[in-house]
C-alpha cells in the first residue's frame, strides 16, 4: 500500500512564501509520476502542479506559473511545492498525489494514490 503525507502548511501573509512536502512511503518511486492539487471551501479540486518521474517535465497551473515550483528528490521519496508570492486565493486544503507511469499529469482521474493533505491560509 502507498502511503502518502503531507507536511508545510500554515497561515502565511500574502505576498510571503510557504514550502509544502510530501512524503511517500510504501514502494520506490522512482516510476511514479506525482503532482499536487488544492480544493478551497465550497470549490472543486484543482490542478496545481505536477512532475515526471525523472523530473524532466513539469506542469504548472496557470493561476500559479511563476510562483509554484514543484521539484522531487527520488532517492528521498518525496515531492516538494516551493510556494512564492502567496494570494489569498491560494487558499486550500493542498493535496499530493501519486501514480504510476513517466509523463507529467495533470487530471485527477489520472492519480491513484492521494495523501490527507494540508491547510495553507494566506490573509490579506
Known amino acids: 500500500q502507498v502511503q502518502l503525507v503531507e507536511t508545510g502548511g500554515g497561515l502565511v501573509q500574502a505576498g510571503g512564501s510557504l514550502r509544502l512536502s510530501c512524503a511517500a512511503s510504501?514502494?520506490?518511486?522512482?516510476?511514479?509520476?506525482m503532482g499536487w492539487f488544492r480544493q478551497a471551501p465550497g470549490k472543486e479540486r484543482e490542478f496545481v502542479a505536477a512532475?515526471?518521474?525523472?523530473?524532466?517535465?513539469?506542469n504548472n497551473a496557470e493561476s500559479v506559473k511563476g510562483r509554484f515550483t514543484i521539484s522531487r528528490d527520488t532517492a528521498k521519496n518525496t515531492v516538494d511545492l516551493q510556494m512564492n508570492s502567496l494570494k489569498p486565493e491560494d487558499t486550500a486544503v493542498y493535496y499530493c498525489?501519486?501514480?504510476?507511469?513517466?509523463?507529467?499529469?495533470?487530471?485527477?482521474?489520472?492519480?491513484?494514490?492521494w495523501g490527507q493533505g494540508t491547510q495553507v491560509t494566506v490573509s490579506s
Open positions: 512532475i515526471s518521474w525523472n523530473s524532466g517535465n513539469t
Open positions: 510504501g514502494r520506490t518511486f522512482s516510476g511514479y509520476s
Open positions: 498525489a501519486a501514480r504510476p507511469g513517466s509523463g507529467s499529469y495533470l487530471y485527477m482521474g489520472h492519480y491513484s494514490y
